[in-house]
């Protein structure tokens, strides 16, 4: 009899621990990873992704690109920089070993992305498909995009200087919403320590005060090294807000200085370290040398001819203020040839 009444209770009980089980199950299967073919399953939470049509979303034997983001998952963060022309594909590889050789990117759950725009072949200078090799082996995975279309904004394009509706293209990044958080590089930056800090800014934009030869702390900010969160909707209202806030003569830095002013976290100087300050800054640069992680060089840019590297002064036949920087670049830049077996092949760069 007793038998007979527990079992009797336990047999709900049973019922309701398996129904249980099951709709566990239900509510925790992994995630669908976003891809560039699919709809992201979690747009109803989050908003949805905004299409990218310039990147290729199935493989194309004519296309060497086209394979390059097809069907994968993503990481949580991306590691970017942007390469337009192939003069900067060089300092890129350079950027692209450095961060590698400081970084575990899987630990940082993070990937390498770079923004390229393409040569087309009639005359608008981009990225070569050899150029698509040399960032591949440099640990780089590719972004095609198309030049930023400011259709249905007031924007007259004509007016920007070419080299700037070239930088005005990095503000492509904001609408890169697979990411959870994106950290920006400049190509002409190298990286001499570990990254991961950057990825727990807070707030959506972060960057490091700018130097100037007469200004050690400036008000504003260097868009050479950025952290944000990538939102479709800040993006669209940079497009909208650029034709009242941009100055033909001015890149994306002055114009992302004004939109974001008041707003952003600022960064350490480790985060980058202007070469500006070694010139001009001398004793602040040497107290800040041995805890810089990002360095970047920004008025005098390495150069592949020897007889325009940077010397000090009595050395050589050439010789500028910012030496101490671009001596350590040179032997850098050496470094990343010999570890990629491209010594002969690519002119070091100092």
Known sequence: MMIANRSKFLLPGIIALA?????????????????????????????????????????????????????????????????????????????????????????????????????????????TDNDVGYLMKAGWQLREVEPLDFEGTTVNESLILPHHRFNLNKLQIFRWTEYEKLLFIDADCAVRGDLSELFHMPGPFAAAPDVWFDILVD???????????????????????????????????????????????????????????????????DKLWDEAIIVHLTTHKPNPDPARWCLPPGEGTYNCEEWGPLGWYREYFTEMLHAFDLVGEIDVRG
């Open 219 to 285: 008000d504003k900010f260097n868009s050479g090294v950025m952290v944000l969160t990538p939102n479709l909707s800040i993006f669209q209202d940079m497009l909208q807000k650029l034709p009242a806030i941009h100055q033909p003569e001015d890149g994306d830095q002055a114009f992302l200085q004004v939109y974001w002013k008041f707003r952003y976290f600022g960064l350490p100087y480790r985060y980058n370290l202007n070469q500006v300050m070694f010139a001009h800054f001398r004793s602040e640069w």
């Open 19 to 127: 129904l249980s089980v099951l709709l566990l199950a239900a509510f925790t299967k992994g995630p669908a990873y976003y891809n560039y073919n699919a709809v992201d399953p979690w747009n109803h939470l989050k908003g949805a992704p905004p299409t990218d049509l310039s990147v290729s979303t199935s493989p194309n034997s004519t296309n060497p690109l086209s394979p390059i983001l097809v069907d994968r998952p993503h990481k949580k963060r991306v590691i970017t920089t942007s390469v337009f022309t192939s003069s900067y594909v060089p300092l890129a590889m350079m950027l692209g070993y450095s961060i590698m050789k400081h970084n575990d990117l899987a630990a940082m759950e993070a990937e390498m992305v770079a923004m390229i725009l393409k040569d087309d072949g009639q005359g608008n200078e981009g990225v």
